[in-house]
């Protein structure tokens, strides 16, 4: 049984008051003005569907059969949303979902899968993208975007203060429900003494693949960390835990490039520098640029890794950002 949209929704499960706080933002966007809401839903669908939201006011516009002096039309359009917590979706589900809207009345017919994509993998959805060109000739649209994509969108609008204040609030909720990809924003600073070597001239970072104090969160960039400063920043292409000669997984690409890619690189980098050593997780990084990012307490760095938040949009841009500054004027992460 379906439920109105609510400020209390009353949902136990977390994706359901995702979806709740999701479409209500949504409603209070269309109830302000029809335009805010087609501009968010032109800018996370990639389809300019921004002219059919809302009345249209013409005048003197030729029909079949008449010009009429004045016209108030209002195009039909039907959106399903399925909702994700994570970057996994049922191939079956969607196309369940593309039958029914399909059923739905004439009309631009949309389907969004909205989730917290962390991988980049292109191909995911590219049966469900077929089954919309050849099963439905293109008269229903899928689109996959994230929830960081939605609060850019909203974030972009010129809203009242009450509205922006409500945009605030539902980016802070997505935030801490862990639905907006802070590795973006994330540098993970790394105890390298002893292994100087191999990030700045073989860029790469060796590890083993275990949990504990190798276990790293998914980040942006490294830091090459040495006598009290991190020395180096890079960015992260790709991580790739090497079990043994034959077995391998790819646990993140933050770069565009192929899963085959990163192994045959990670691969042929701990041939050169820890030949036969499994498991090993292979970091590799792009060019490193250098910096002075100081630690400017008492002691060296507690255990094996530090994180902080960041804001470059690369290495060298990070590492302008870091020079001559201490740890304790950024916000550990």
Same mark, same amino acid.
């Given at each position: 049984?379906?439920?109105?949209?609510?400020?209390?929704?009353?949902?136990?499960?977390?994706?359901?008051?995702? !979806?709740?706080?999701?479409? $209500?933002? $949504?409603?209070?966007?269309?109830?302000?003005?029809?335009?805010?809401?087609?501009?968010?839903?032109?800018?996370?669908?990639?389809?300019?569907?921004?002219? #059919?939201?809302?009345?249209?006011?013409?005048? #003197?516009?030729?029909?079949?059969?008449?010009?009429?002096?004045?016209?108030?039309?209002?195009?039909?359009?039907?959106?399903?949303?399925?909702?994700?917590?994570?970057?996994?979706?049922?191939?079956?589900?969607?196309?369940?979902?593309?039958?029914?809207?399909?059923?739905?009345?004439?009309?631009?017919?949309?389907?969004?899968?909205? &989730?917290?994509?962390?991988?980049?993998?292109?191909? /995911?959805?590219?049966? @469900?993208?077929?089954?919309?060109?050849?099963?439905?000739?293109?008269?229903?649209?899928?689109?996959?975007? &994230?929830?960081?994509?939605? $609060?850019?969108?909203?974030?972009?609008? !010129?809203?009242?203060?009450?509205?922006?204040?409500?945009?605030?609030?539902?980016?802070?909720?997505?935030?801490?429900?862990?639905?907006?990809?802070?590795? #973006?924003?994330?540098?993970?600073?790394?105890?390298?003494?002893? @292994?100087?070597?191999?990030?700045?001239?073989?860029?790469?970072? $060796?590890?083993?693949?275990? &949990?504990?104090?190798?276990?790293?969160?998914?980040?942006?960039?490294? &830091?090459?960390?040495?006598?009290?400063?991190?020395?180096?920043?890079?960015?992260?292409?790709?991580?790739?835990?090497?079990?043994?000669?034959?077995?391998?997984?790819?646990?993140?690409?933050?770069?565009?490039?192929?899963?085959?890619?990163?192994?045959?690189?990670?691969?042929?980098?701990?041939? /050169?520098?820890?030949?036969?050593?499994?498991?090993?997780?292979?970091?590799?990084?792009?060019?490193?640029?250098?910096?002075?990012?100081?630690?400017?307490?008492? /002691?060296?760095?507690?255990?094996?890794? #530090?994180?902080?938040?960041?804001?470059?949009?690369?290495?060298?841009?990070?590492?302008?950002?870091?020079?001559?500054?201490?740890?304790?004027?950024?916000?550990?992460?």
């Amino acid at each position: 049984m379906s439920k109105s949209i609510s400020l209390f929704s009353g949902y136990s499960q977390k994706e359901n008051r995702t !979806t709740n706080y999701c479409l $209500l933002i $949504l409603k209070l966007l269309y109830e302000e003005n029809p335009k805010y809401l087609g501009e968010v839903l032109s800018a996370v669908l990639g389809e300019q569907v921004g002219d #059919q939201v809302g009345v249209q006011f013409r005048q #003197q516009e030729k029909r079949s059969k008449s010009v009429p002096d004045g016209l108030i039309a209002q195009s039909a359009f039907t959106v399903y949303i399925e909702t994700k917590n994570f970057d996994w979706f049922n191939d079956s589900q969607i196309a369940n979902h593309l039958e029914a809207l399909n059923d739905e009345a004439p009309g631009l017919k949309i389907l969004l899968a909205l &989730g917290n994509f962390e991988s980049s993998d292109e191909g /995911r959805f590219a049966e @469900i993208h077929t089954l919309c060109t050849t099963t439905y000739q293109g008269k229903v649209v899928f689109a996959a975007t &994230g929830f960081e994509n939605l $609060l850019d969108a909203l974030r972009e609008l !010129t809203l009242p203060k009450n509205l922006s204040d409500t945009v605030a609030d539902f980016g802070a909720y997505l935030d801490e429900e862990g639905l907006l990809p802070n590795w #973006q924003y994330r540098l993970d600073a790394v105890n390298c003494a002893g @292994i100087v070597e191999e990030p700045i001239e073989g860029k790469v970072y $060796l590890c083993p693949a275990t &949990g504990g104090a190798y276990n790293h969160k998914r980040s942006k960039f490294f &830091g090459l960390y040495k006598w009290k400063r991190v020395s180096h920043v890079a960015v992260i292409k790709a991580v790739v835990d090497l079990d043994s000669p034959t077995t391998q997984r790819v646990l993140w690409k933050n770069v565009p490039g192929t899963d085959n890619e990163f192994i045959a690189s990670a691969r042929e980098k701990l041939g /050169r520098w820890r030949p036969d050593r499994f498991p090993t997780r292979v970091f590799l990084l792009g060019d490193l640029a250098e910096t002075e990012f100081w630690k400017d307490t008492k /002691r060296g760095m507690q255990g094996s890794k #530090q994180y902080f938040w960041v804001n470059a949009k690369d290495a060298e841009d990070l590492a302008e950002q870091l020079r001559g500054r201490g740890w304790s004027e950024w916000r550990e992460g």
